[in-house]
């Protein structure tokens, strides 16, 4: 049975989401007003809310001055505990084990400091081919760190060999650091089964959850991840560069013998203004910190968790794989290089002379139809229907327009 327009009609009718809460881009091309806006996976829309609640805490900055600190409406000396709770309901953590601080390649580099600590015999660093480059010079810039060879300490296999590798040299790996959905195929990694695998081979693992976050249901706390880092400007729609977040296992907070980089946000709050030489953290993944934090940076990271809060991940999720499911049926056809384990993320391989290379062809589809996709050349085509606010009908419109392209 072919799907057509009046199919996705219908659908948005019966299940519409929450389109209106964000900004819906105009479009640029093609015969409808708004674009068809498939690239939640690599920037997500901004939420309505985001602008007046920023607003209100500039104004707080303008109206108190320094006074703010303490007696904004949202006092910013305690601002980024507002943004804990439901950044650790969306992972599935404790309060304690969730901050939001920084950049994401910036907290793999603080965790690792913790976390990847190599010795004689066990130095190695398991990542997959895949990996987004962020993260694999990262690894290697840790292992120049330790005076290592970036080129024996760090190991790149593919996605599919990870658990085999593990299995036969696991004794030899010291931190395995995967991304929970692959940025480029989309794949769902099994974040349970191959963490207890590197833990039963005496490995640290970490997660990299850039796509996965507010993508997948997650249970970070459950599953035993040892760490985690996440960026907010995907799936979390908190605008672009919007900090990012880390999870730390409760088994190792507090731990002494962990190396950790401080600095006076490092240290329980109640003492922070002795001024005392030496911190003295807390017992919570708070004592990663090191800076006092942008409030103005973590104003949208708090709306749009709001949001989450309030709709929750178990129903995205299910909305998510609805959504997902009918945009692979629109693409029967095209060569989908996504596995049945994936978020909402499908990514099709293009290929004949009528492409002319991802770029082009994402260049077409913005500017003659208005659907806005996420090129990766050579030859990939990435579309995220997100289940907060994409439609059925984007889905049919990014298909139809595809078609036409192709
Ligand atoms: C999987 C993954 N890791 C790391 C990064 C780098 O993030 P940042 O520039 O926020 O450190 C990205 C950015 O898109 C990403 O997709």
């Given at each position: 049975m072919?799907l057509n327009?009046?199919d996705?009609r219908?659908l ?6 929450h389109?209106?809460l964000?900004?819906m881009?105009?479009a640029?091309?093609?015969r ?6 498939m ?5 997500g829309l ?7 609640e920023l607003?209100?805490?500039?104004d ?7 006074e703010g ?10 601002y ?6 439901p950044?650790?309901?969306?992972i599935?953590?404790?309060?304690s084990?969730t901050v939001?601080m920084?950049?994401?390649?910036v ?6 400091v913790?976390?990847?600590?190599p010795?004689p015999?066990?130095e ?18 840790q ?12 190991v ?5 060999q ?6 036969a ?9 995967l991304g929970?959905?692959?940025?480029l ?13 590197g ?5 640290t693992?970490?997660w990299?959850?850039?796509h996965a ?14 760490f985690a880092?996440?960026c907010s ?6 605008g ?7 999870f730390v296992?409760?088994?190792h907070?507090g ?7 401080e ?5 329980d ?8 030489p030496?911190a003295?953290?807390?017992?919570q ?25 309030r ?5 995205l999720?299910?909305r998510?794989?609805?959504?997902t ?13 996504t596995p049945?384990s ?7 391989r ?5 492409a002319g290379?991802?770029n ?22 990435r579309l995220?229907?997100?289940?907060l ?17 192709l």
């Amino acid at each position: 049975m072919s799907l057509n327009e009046d199919d996705a009609r219908r659908l948005d009718e019966a299940d519409p989401g929450h389109r209106a809460l964000f900004y819906m881009p105009p479009a640029e091309g093609g015969r409808y007003p708004e674009v068809a806006y498939m690239a939640g996976n690599s920037l997500g829309l901004q939420p309505k809310a985001a602008r007046a609640e920023l607003l209100e805490d500039l104004d707080a900055w303008a109206r108190l001055g320094v006074e703010g600190h303490l007696d904004a409406k949202r006092p910013w000396l305690p601002y980024h505990e507002l943004l804990t709770g439901p950044a650790a309901r969306l992972i599935g953590a404790l309060p304690s084990e969730t901050v939001i601080m920084n950049s994401l390649t910036v907290n793999l580099h603080l965790l690792m400091v913790s976390f990847y600590r190599p010795v004689p015999g066990r130095e190695r660093i398991l990542i997959e081919d895949s990996t987004f480059p962020s993260d694999s010079y990262a690894v290697r810039s840790q292992a120049r760190f330790h005076e290592l060879d970036p080129d024996e300490a760090v190991v790149r296999v593919a996605p599919e060999q990870v658990a085999a590798f593990l299995e036969a040299e696991g004794e030899s790996v010291a931190l395995v650091l995967l991304g929970g959905v692959d940025y480029l195929s989309g794949e769902l990694m099994d974040i349970p089964a191959l963490t207890a695998l590197g833990h039963s081979k005496g490995a640290t693992v970490g997660w990299d959850l850039a796509h996965a976050a507010g993508n997948v249901p997650l249970s970070l706390h459950e599953w035993g991840v040892d760490f985690a880092a996440w960026c907010s400007y995907k799936y979390l729609n908190s605008g672009p560069g919007a900090l990012a977040g880390a999870f730390v296992h409760e088994r190792h907070l507090g731990r002494e013998d962990l190396q950790r980089f401080e600095g006076w946000w490092s240290t329980d709050p109640a003492t922070r203004f002795k001024m005392a030489p030496v911190a003295t953290p807390l017992a919570q993944a708070d004592a990663w910190q090191i800076s006092n934090p942008p409030i103005f940076s973590m104003s949208p990271v708090r709306t749009s968790l709001e949001i989450f809060d309030r709709v929750g991940m178990p129903a995205l999720r299910q909305r998510s794989e609805r959504l997902t499911g009918f945009l692979a049926d629109l693409l029967a056809g095209f060569d989908v290089v996504t596995p049945a384990s994936r978020g909402c993320q499908l990514s099709l391989r293009i290929t004949g002379e009528a492409a002319g290379g991802a770029n082009a062809l994402s260049h077409k589809l913005r500017f003659e139809h208005g659907v806005i996709a996420d090129a990766r050349e050579p030859d990939i085509m990435r579309l995220a229907p997100v289940p907060l606010y994409s439609s059925y009908h984007d889905c049919w419109r990014a298909a139809e327009a595809l078609r036409a392209c192709l």
